[in-house]
């Protein structure tokens, strides 16, 4: 990277909010010391998905493993380009000064899930995780009806600190710095899930070395403390 060199064109990419925050702060950091401009765009996983799925010219995106592997395999993305970036387990909110029930066991959380008014997650991987343990533990269709799934790109915690939703479930770096709710802690080791977010280049990108010496940076050790301070691990 040269230090102080100006370069007009922007990298863009889209990511869905799990990394929005992390990736303000790094792309912040990028631009100081490389000059390079990058705009990023976060909105729902889905939303994400989608957009690079029906070919919008970004330069790169940053979403869960799997999705990454999907467009991988429709041409979306460089396959070669691929870099691991961040892990991050589910959290559980209530509202700031609200009871904080006992989630230090699976029977724990399952228990206080079937005492909860309403229970909140997102249309992303930790929602997803959420509903295969809700058939595991036979009680999907209990409590269907007090079941809130928050809109694509709508942060749970948002939900509870409304006072829409007792007990909201989403990656802890979704919930962590959001007003008027209080993380409780993750989910037990037993039924905690690690989500991996990924970076790719996309086939649609007329600027492949930009968007890889930004991802190179990305995956680096320099990022590792902004991932940590939003509540994630390196990948």
Not at 52 to 61: I, N, S, T
Not at 170 to 181: F, K
Not at 212 to 224: E, I, Q, T, V, Y
């Amino acid at each position: 990277m040269v230090t102080g060199q100006t370069i007009n064109e922007p990298i863009t990419g889209i990511s869905s909010m799990s990394t929005r925050n992390v990736l303000a702060d790094l792309v912040e950091e990028y631009e100081r010391l490389s000059g390079q401009q990058v705009v990023v765009e976060s909105v729902g996983g889905v939303e994400a998905a989608r957009r690079v799925q029906h070919g919008e010219p970004f330069d790169f995106v940053v979403l869960a493993a799997d999705a990454i592997d999907r467009l991988a395999a429709a041409g979306r993305v460089d396959p070669r380009s691929r870099v691991d970036l961040a892990r991050s387990g589910v959290a559980i909110a209530v509202a700031a000064g609200a009871p904080r029930p006992d989630i230090g066991t699976e029977a724990a959380v399952r228990d206080a899930i079937l005492a909860a008014r309403s229970i909140g997650y997102s249309t992303g991987p930790s929602g997803s995780h959420l509903t295969r343990l809700f058939e595991r533990w036979g009680i999907a269709e209990t409590i269907a009806p007090p079941i809130v799934q928050a809109p694509p790109g709508v942060p749970v915690g948002t939900l509870v600190a409304r006072g829409e939703v007792e007990l909201g479930f989403q990656q802890l770096s979704e919930l962590m710095h959001l007003q008027g709710i209080e993380v409780i802690g993750s989910l037990p080791v037993e039924i905690q899930v690690v989500t991996v977010f990924t970076a790719a280049i996309c086939t649609a990108s007329a600027r492949h070395e930009a968007a890889k010496a930004l991802l190179s940076f990305l995956a680096s050790p320099k990022a590792d403390s902004a991932k940590r301070g939003h509540g994630m691990e390196s990948a």
